[in-house]
């Protein structure tokens, strides 16, 4: 089993050192866990970014990487039975473009994720923002914020910076539920034409268990969804559980594994940003 998609202390969101994780990947036999450690690099949202060193808060734009790599190479001494790699979530927003291929120039990362946290610069995955967000948002109506989302999307592969697609359905987190049926009608009717792009990107998609911990009966994205994605000609998918804490690492990844294999495939993996084939 794999997990490529976990968030150590240097996320401000997350508790638990690298180490903390390795030694619970041990406990639970995974092969290799992938580190993604959240960047989020929106000048606008400069009053609500950070990223976390020994505890201390530091500027997203800061030296943080160093401690981070330096982290990752003393667990892969200390934890050699795991396959410690090195990874990052990329807040996306139109226009960060140079920004994100600046930072992932100069560092060795493995794989990188993509993900829509923000619209416009308001968060979509924060409940601690969703005020802000209706302020910003609910008077735009669902068929608007639907498709804003979706053309977020779009650009995200369309800029060929991520290798994945992070949580390609969030918007059910907190957004859906605001709206009536018609966002749901809108990101159906939309969706395949994105996913068509998707494909043509080369841009996979990753299935994130997290939503299993929320009361969910599916991950994001959802089944109906995959298939789609699959369909639109997306050949690769990867799994993660969005852990935040040691005590959620690999929860709901056998649920994400069984709905690749009704597609087909397994889950992928990752060296140097380049696809290892499969065995």
Same mark, same amino acid.
């Given at each position: 089993?794999?997990?490529?998609h ?9 508790e638990?050192?690298i ?8 406990e639970l ?14 000048? !606008?949202?400069r009053?609500?970014?950070? /990223? =976390? #060193?020994?505890?201390?808060? @530091?500027?997203? $734009? ?28 990329v ?24 993900a ?6 308001v ?5 601690d ?16 914020v !639907? ?5 977020? /999307? =779009? #650009?995200a592969?369309g800029? @060929?910076?991520? $290798? ?38 080369g ?39 969005d852990?935040h804490?040691p005590?959620d ?5 056998e649920?994400? #594994?069984?709905?690749l294999?009704?597609?087909?495939v ?14």
């Amino acid at each position: 089993m794999i997990d490529y998609h976990v968030h150590p202390d240097f996320s401000p969101d997350a508790e638990g050192s690298i180490e903390a994780y390795c030694e619970r990947a041990v406990e639970l036999g995974l092969e290799e866990i992938c580190f993604t450690t959240h960047y989020e690099p929106d000048p !606008a949202r400069r009053d609500y970014e950070e /990223v =976390r #060193v020994n505890g201390r808060a @530091q500027p997203v $734009d800061s030296d943080w990487p160093d401690a981070y790599f330096a982290a990752l190479q003393a667990a892969r001494t200390k934890f050699p039975s795991v396959a410690v790699l090195a990874g990052v979530e990329v807040g996306y927003e139109p226009g960060l473009e140079g920004i994100i291929n600046d930072f992932l120039r100069r560092h060795p990362f493995d794989f990188v994720l993509g993900a829509i946290h923000c619209l416009d610069h308001v968060s979509i995955t924060s409940g601690d923002e969703l005020d802000r967000f209706k302020a910003e948002y609910m008077s735009r109506g669902p068929e608007f914020v !639907a498709e804003h989302y979706l053309h977020h /999307v =779009r #650009v995200a592969a369309g800029c @060929q910076l991520f $290798d994945f697609l992070a949580h390609l359905d969030i918007y059910r987190k907190y957004v859906e539920p605001l709206y009536d049926r018609r966002f749901g009608a809108t990101t159906d009717s939309g969706l395949p034409s994105v996913l068509d792009f998707v494909a043509e990107s080369g841009t996979g998609i990753e299935v994130n268990s997290s939503a299993l911990r929320r009361g969910n009966a599916e991950p994001y994205p959802a089944r109906r969804i995959l298939k789609l994605a699959s369909d639109a000609g997306v050949r690769v998918f990867t799994v993660g559980s969005d852990a935040h804490r040691p005590a959620d690492l690999g929860k709901g990844l056998e649920i994400a #594994v069984q709905e690749l294999k009704e597609l087909g495939v397994e889950p992928a993996r990752f060296r140097t940003r380049k696809l290892v084939p499969a065995v």
